[in-house]
């Protein structure tokens, strides 16, 4: 324990930390997505490595967007914060209006010019962009500013209502309307965020409130063809809800929850070490989804609850990394986008295991660096590479840095040094209105100066005597 306090108290420990968390996370990733897919694919193609080669991709496009955002300052991450959040609500309502269109005229998609709408995904030119993940990167950056410029008047109502609570939940609408899960992850990163801000409990207890209204009409709307509901059939959100309540026995579930009940199969298969890493069975079209949502069933089976383990302790070490960051930073921006971050990626971590492992109703959340999907992986190693950027910035990290800096091809790169803490730009010289004042007529600031108004005498007074004395 020594040893590891040492390893923790030195002042990179957190960028370390983080890196090697976030690096492990994808490897296995990568590697699980071929293991999941690889049998689909060459029965399907005739190449097992067409999954996984597209996840590959992705993941050097996302190790790019990682590389750039750590070497972004602070007051970057502020400014870009808007234009995120316009760009994503613009996105979210092109979707959600092709989507209805689609529902009227009866189809599957809807397309306008080179853009097309399928359920949670906008392919924009042959591009793949699903905008609620754009969502929760710009939430935390523009929330974070907000937060950080109203500063001690978050006490006060009117505050947070102005303007945080509107745009709020306008993408609480605009996301929820089509994906409930990334709406309950947003939620999560939103408490987070004003956890961080340090507000009252009782703004905690209306979210709470609030978000549990929300959540009742998202599946109430289902009903009415919300997300990939039918108007007129069973209500897709509401059955999941039930079944996690009250779960009849497997033989008489039928197809409602015959994603959980091989789900299930597959960790029992799996048991303490796997039944080896490529040999599960599961995945043989058995088992809905097994390179997404329930990716971590086939891990349980492969891997066996050691592998089990080693993902979730792994995530453990990106929390406890993340409200390090957030703790030792010593800017209030980076302190809250740090805390929101953290918040994000481990809620929904925990949304889609508990999910998988029978914990939590399933949602469809994928699971960070792990699921395949290439929006989701980018804009998740985009936050990392914020995250590492904050890690730089703190302040036994930067004076580290300084100390001894790296070569300057390393900075060049790699990522250039962070500011020091404390500095501040000292204030201009005010300019002399009529020049230098003399010396002789400068006024005396000791305490023999006359008072004013007072005539000095420069008679010398008393005897010589007293003058030598």
């Not at 190449?47 to 300052?73: D, E, H, M, Y």
């Not at 993902?311 to 921006?333: C, E, K, M, N, Q």
């Not at 740090?338 to 925990?350: F, G, I, R």
Request: charged share 15%; with cysteine.
């Amino acid at each position: 324990m020594a040893a590891l306090r040492g390893l923790l108290d030195r002042p990179l420990a957190s960028y370390y930390l983080l890196l090697s968390s976030a690096g492990l996370l994808l490897l296995i990733g990568l590697t699980m997505v071929f293991s999941a897919t690889s049998v689909k694919d060459y029965a399907e193609d005739g190449n097992a490595s067409a999954s996984v080669t597209k996840q590959a991709i992705f993941a050097v496009i996302g190790i790019g967007v990682f590389w750039a955002c750590q070497r972004l300052p602070a007051s970057t991450y502020r400014s870009l914060g808007r234009p995120l959040l316009f760009s994503a609500i613009g996105l979210l309502l092109v979707l959600n209006l092709l989507l209805a269109y689609a529902r009227l005229t009866q189809q599957d998609s809807a397309r306008i010019g080179p853009i097309e709408a399928r359920l949670l995904w906008l392919f924009i030119g042959g591009v793949q962009v699903q905008p609620s993940e754009l969502a929760k990167f710009a939430l935390v950056l523009w929330g974070a500013h907000v937060i950080a410029r109203k500063g001690a008047a978050l006490g006060w109502w009117r505050e947070l209502a102005t303007p945080l609570f509107p745009v709020m939940g306008l993408l609480f609408v605009l996301v929820g309307y089509n994906d409930t899960g990334t709406m309950l992850c947003l939620l999560a990163l939103v408490v987070g965020l004003l956890w961080a801000a340090g507000v009252r409990m009782r703004v905690f207890g209306t979210l709470t409130v609030v978000g549990l209204l929300g959540v009742g009409l998202l599946i109430a709307v289902a009903s009415l063809g919300a997300g990939s509901g039918e108007r007129g059939a069973d209500n897709y959100r509401l059955a999941r809800l039930t079944l996690f309540l009250n779960p009849p026995p497997p033989d008489e579930c039928g197809d409602p929850c015959y994603q959980v009940y091989q789900g299930r199969l597959a960790i029992e298969h799996g048991g303490w070490f796997g039944v080896g890493l490529g040999k599960g069975s599961l995945k043989w079209d058995w088992l809905p989804e097994a390179h997404n949502d329930f990716i971590f069933a086939i891990i349980a089976e492969e891997l066996g609850v050691i592998g089990c383990v080693v993902i979730l302790s792994l995530f453990a070490v990106l929390a406890y990394t993340g409200l390090r960051i957030a703790r030792r930073v010593d800017d209030p921006f980076r302190r809250l986008a740090a805390a929101a971050v953290t918040t994000w990626l481990v809620s929904q971590a925990v949304i889609n295991i508990g999910g998988v492992v029978g914990l939590l109703p399933i949602t469809g959340l994928p699971l960070p660096f792990i699921s395949d999907g290439g929006s989701a992986l980018v804009v998740t190693l985009a936050a990392i590479g914020m995250l590492a950027s904050f890690a730089r910035a703190e302040p036994d990290a930067a004076r580290a840095l300084h100390a001894r800096p790296p070569a300057r091809w390393v900075r060049l790169l790699w990522a250039p040094l962070p500011p020091l803490p404390g500095r501040r730009r000292r204030p201009a010289t005010p300019p002399a209105g009529r020049g230098s004042v003399p010396r002789s007529r400068e006024r005396r600031h000791d305490d023999q100066a006359a008072p004013r108004g007072v005539r000095q005498d420069h008679n010398r007074g008393g005897t010589a005597s007293e003058r030598r004395r």
